[in-house]
């Protein structure tokens, strides 16, 4: 639990907390962290179309019953 309160005070977690939109450097920071901490996550990615922006959705699970979604689109 120590590693997750220290993930989410990094400036890569603060940027997926403070805006839906994100670069794509700032996801593969935070997907480094998880996997250093050997912390579990799905990440999901939705491509542009001509009707919608790409988005991901990444998913962080704490425990069997709590998980932490962060929902975000890509800056162009």
């Known amino acids: 639990m120590k590693?997750?309160?220290?993930?989410?005070?990094?400036?890569?977690?603060?940027?997926?907390?403070n805006?839906?939109?994100?670069?794509?450097?700032?996801?593969?920071?935070?997907?480094?962290?998880?996997?250093?901490?050997?912390i579990p996550f799905d990440l999901t990615f939705d491509p542009s179309t001509r009707r919608d922006e790409a988005n991901a959705e990444l998913t962080i699970y704490i425990n069997p019953n709590t998980s932490i979604v962060f929902t975000f689109n890509f800056e162009g």
């Open 3 to 17: 590693e997750l309160e220290f993930l989410l005070g990094t400036e890569a977690f603060k940027a997926l907390g």
């Open 19 to 38: 805006s839906n939109t994100i670069k794509i450097y700032q996801l593969f920071a935070v997907i480094s962290l998880l996997i250093k901490c050997g």
